[in-house]
């Protein structure tokens, strides 16, 4: 596979970026063992779904599978099993007919149909009182969680702001492969928060790669928040 425009992040990486411990996301992407409740006998749990760099011998995560991710913390942190993520998930793919359906602006609309059809699938009707009503749905499916993310004509994610009201930082899967950069002068702020702690001076830093002093503070500031 051609790794430009895919965007790489290692699981640590992704962890920052996405606030799920490196844990939950090999389990949510590598699969998990686990005992049946009935008779203890050892069952092993597919991924939610393929990711993107399945097919490669690399230990990491594609830019579409990273914001992907982001959707499946908001469903846990409200209860939805992971097996009735893997089904939405599936039935998701099949209906839009796109490969990361949970990031498609069409989830923000469709989505709670699909996951009554998930539950109604795997039998979790606790669940059914987070989809009966839009408003409750909603609060899953946070405006939050599209807020940054632009799309291309095909409604697939293309680039992602990750700042609250703010454009300062981008990840690109065409640029730095998809590492997050500062938007104007495409450096990553890695390099760039990296270069501050060495120096100490943020002006420094900005006429040493010849850039605006609000570029190093719009590093500076990501990767103290990514930290925090």
Known sequence: MKLTGVGLYTFHEAARLTKVPVRDLRRWL???????KANGSPVRAAPLWEPELASEEIEAISFHDLLELRFVRAFRRHGVSL???RVASRKARELFELPFPFTSRRFQTDGRTIFTLAINETGETELLDLVKGQYAFQKVIEPSLYRGIEFDQDDIARRWYPSPRSKAIVLDPEIAFGKPIVTDCAVRTSILFDAFMAEGNKNLVA?????PVAAVEAAVAFEEALAA
């Open 207 to 211: 006429r040493l790669y010849a850039i």
């Open 30 to 36: 590598d699969g998990y063992s686990h005992r049946e």
């Open 83 to 85: 097996q009735t993520i």
